[in-house]
Nanobody, 124 residues
Framework: QVQLVESGGGLVQAGGSLRLSCAASGRTFSGYTMAWFRQAPGKEREFVGYIAWSVGITGYSDSVKGRFTICRDKARNTVNLQMNSLQPEDTAVYYC?????????????????WGQGTQVTVSS
């Protein structure tokens, strides 16, 4: 059974950085797409970025492109989200997700497994 556990959230000032991690377990993730989504209070969950586990190809939303970077550590089965130049509008619960079909998608419906989320709060 696939499990995804996020960590690394917290409170940071605007302009600062945070690094989130997603520990993935339960199987090998070859062929999977791993992604980060976020949900701010009162808003719908939105795509942040993805990484193709096997080949390392990444994709990002326009709102985070150039500031956020996703990487994976195959040896540790983790997916990391490095967030730089954080702004108050980045405040949200951040979720890790896994797509077993490897579709490189920004659509929530493509993702089969989800973590519980980790809170990121950016103060102005």
């Amino acid at each position: 059974q696939v499990q995804l556990v996020e960590s690394g959230g917290g409170l940071v000032q605007a302009g600062g950085s945070l690094r989130l991690s997603c520990a993935a377990s339960g199987r090998t993730f070859s062929g999977y797409t791993m992604a980060w989504f976020r949900q701010a209070p009162g808003k719908e969950r939105e795509f942040v970025g993805y990484i193709a586990w096997s080949v390392g190809i990444t994709g990002y939303s326009d709102s985070v492109k150039g500031r956020f970077t996703i990487c994976r550590d195959k040896a540790r089965n983790t997916v990391n989200l490095q967030m730089n130049s954080l702004q108050p509008e980045d405040t949200a619960v951040y979720y890790c997700a896994a797509d077993r079909h490897g579709s490189w998608s920004s659509s929530m419906e493509r993702y089969d497994y989800w973590g519980q989320g980790t809170q990121v709060t950016v103060s102005s």
